[in-house]
């Protein structure tokens, strides 16, 4: 649902503003969760429920992340992570543990349960290397045979995971900024767009021999969550950044092989506004432009 909503919005901006330039926003956003208040007898309760019992067994299921993270952390500080496993998505499944926690947040403040996102916070902003850049298995350089994620920073974009993951951290940061006021991993968040950006679409001569990558990324995750922290933050870099990234998606790069490196598995065989039905993996799966939208224009 998330990556159709972004996809129609999208498609909404390009539609609506191409050739009149950049729009400060999107014509249609959604309603925060922190506007509504949820009385119902039923949902009310199977809520509180869901905080009181699933997120803490979801934050025990998900400290191989926190641990992935805090390898991250121990070798910037000099310590010894010789048995670091590296993982493309790991990191990930905590963030969304994490959004899911602070959206619950909204119904009652619980000082144990802030706690504990503090405390991971805390692991985070250790693991995120000065330039900003947070992926701990490149950060730690453990293992010379990485699968899937390249043998350096993003050299491998479609499959790496290193945008969608800071994606979900980008949701993470703004659900707790939102409903706690506190904004510890939003600045996080801010920090690693920024080099985000730097390094693909301006050129940072620490990564891809400082030539601009733009390259999209290979979930459309990050673009979602850049307008959430355009939203929060009134910075237009980051929804100028998701526009970039939804033009240059099926235009410069354009995978070339079969199976889950075919140009369809990824939605880059064609521009977005070329594309006319959905194919591909499900989790990166993009919807059908619908034909009124491209007549609007």
Same mark, same amino acid.
């Given at each position: ?59 025990? =299921? ?46 009652? =403040? ?5 706690? =504990? ?181």
């Amino acid at each position: 649902m998330k990556i159709y909503c972004l996809t129609f919005l999208a498609t909404i901006a390009v539609t609506f503003h191409a050739g009149a330039g950049f729009a400060a926003d999107y014509p249609l956003k959604p309603v925060s969760y922190n506007d509504v208040e949820m009385t119902s007898n039923f949902w009310r309760p199977r809520m509180i429920t869901q905080r009181e019992t699933p997120v803490p067994w979801a934050f025990e =299921r998900t400290e191989p992340g926190v641990a992935h993270l805090q390898a991250a952390a121990d070798f910037q500080k000099g310590k010894a992570v010789e048995d670091h496993r590296a993982h493309r998505f790991i990191d990930s499944d905590l963030y969304k543990v994490m959004e899911g926690a602070a959206y619950l947040l909204q119904l009652e =403040r619980n000082p144990d349960l802030e706690a =504990r996102m503090d405390k991971i916070i805390a692991v985070i902003g250790e693991a995120q290397e000065p330039s900003g850049y947070l992926y701990p298995s490149h950060t730690t350089r453990v293992g010379t045979e990485k699968n899937m994620m390249g043998d350096k920073p993003y050299s491998f974009v479609v499959h790496s995971h290193e945008l969608y993951n800071m994606g979900h951290l980008y949701e993470a940061a703004v659900a707790y900024y939102e409903t706690t006021g506190k904004d510890a991993l939003l600045k996080i968040t801010e920090k690693n767009a920024q080099h985000i950006n730097k390094v693909f679409f301006e050129g940072d001569p620490d990564y891809n021999g400082g030539k601009p990558i733009r390259q999209a990324p290979g979930h459309q995750e990050p673009e979602l969550a850049l307008v959430k922290l355009y939203r929060v933050t009134g910075n237009e870099l980051y929804l100028e950044m998701e526009r970039k990234f939804l033009e240059v998606r099926g235009v410069i790069y354009v995978p070339d092989g079969e199976g889950v490196m075919s140009p369809t598995y990824a939605q880059q065989h064609k521009p977005v506004l070329k594309q006319s039905q959905a194919v591909g993996h499900a989790v990166r799966a993009t919807t059908s432009i619908p034909r009124w939208l491209i007549w609007l224009h």
